[in-house]
């Protein structure tokens, strides 16, 4: 049975459905708020004020549009997506339309209420994350005093109310050693399913790399720990495990390929083929509130970019995994070679790759730095020398 | 955090003719009008099963064993019953493990 990953973690690519042109996912940010303010979040570091976000009636059409291109599943996340106090208008029209509603959410904000709502109302899964199962270090990396007490909680809730709970780990130096514990939490509050995530370095984790990056010891110990958990827990837990790029020997698939089966909204309502799509320089992306979403998906100049393969250089063009990974990352490969059509560093096919790579055994073993946290503002960009 | 909760430690489902099985509630099987194709939607997973999981799953309603889906295929396909019935409790087995199906 083919299996196809629907949000941003692709770690198997299994063949795409048969008519690949029909996107299957929508990752809905549907706001930058978030009381948290983790050093490794994947919004962009200049975040979207709440006075551009799209209103509920054009999140509704947005919605609407994306049940009748194809898409089977919606993850409803931002920031924190229940900052948005009309989140139940967008739920009901979701899963009016039926689509798989899938709420990524810190917690923090919920009352039992009104999860029940949302549950109510349709909601089909919830993912939770947390940031340790050590307390007072998992309240230090979000930066959220009671944080991780209150996600707890929440998640006796999502349990009470008979939803599924996928429980959310993103994994790096300053939580690596309680990885044991963490799977061992997840079987206890009876999560189906657990993602084991290292820190994808883009955005604010790229700006904290150094305080983050695990040894490459400390990173092998963990692929033991899993392989063993996945074993151990067959049929009690699933475990998705997301390796970090920068001891892999090939790129992942990001995104499952560009334009090929996921698509990503921002608050404002522009449509991007990944998140991290908008540090790319020269590209220009489609909005909501101009196109239609059938007509950005299909002829949208940022989602033909890179889809496919002809837009392809080698060593890739030739690359016999070239319909694999598709090249992996188009931000790092720009952020690292200046050209967002070359092979992604992490591939070790790159004439960059070993100097890459370098980074994170350097790294890794000096003191990490403080974290840059989360915020608005939070990363100055640096200004040009001069008057 | 971990010690206020003790729930019953969930157990591997291990699948043999005589188990009842289920969709659990958040697992959708659906014809995709668009695509011509059945799909099973899972949190953050759409499976795309073959004509004979499709078949089988249809049938997982909670009331019949294994063993009766086996008959039942048997019947409509003119098959032996004994290769159905491995052929199709170890697909099970694989989407218990998944958590696509539940008894």
New interface residues.
Partial sequence: ???????THVTDAEPA???AR?P??LLAELTHRCPLQCPYCSNPLELERSNVELTTAEWQDVIRQAAAL?I??I?LSGGEPTARKDLEDIVKVAAEV?L?T?LITAGVLLTKERLKGLADLGL??V?LSIQD?D?ANADRIAAYKGG??KK?EVA?WV?EL???L?LNAPLHRQNIDSLE?II??A????A??LEVAHIQYYAWALKNRAALMPTREAFMKTVDIVNRAKERL???L?IDFVVPDYYAKFPKPCMGGWGRGVMNITPSGRVLPCHAAESLPGMSFDNVRDRKLAEIWLDGDAFNKFRGTDWMKEPCKSCSRREIDFGGCRCQAFALTGDAANTDPACSLSPLHDEWAKVAGLESHETPPDFIYRRVGGAKVVEPAGE | MAETVQPIRPTRLMVAEGSILLLPRHIKLRHDAGRDAWVLLAPERVFKPDDTAVEVLKLCDGKRTVGDIASDLAERFQAPRDVILADIVQMLQDLADKGVVKS
């Avoid at chain 1, 049975?1 to 949000?7: L, P, Q, R």
């Avoid at chain 1, 079987?187 to 009876?190: R, W």
């Fill in positions: 049975m083919n299996e196809i990953t629907t949000g459905l048969a008519c029909a299957v996912g194809g089977l599943q993850h039926g798989y899938n089909d899964h993912q199962v307390a991780a007490a707890h006796g349990k008979g939803l599924p996928t514990r061992e939490y079987v206890e509050i009876g189906g399913r067959k049929g009690i699933v």
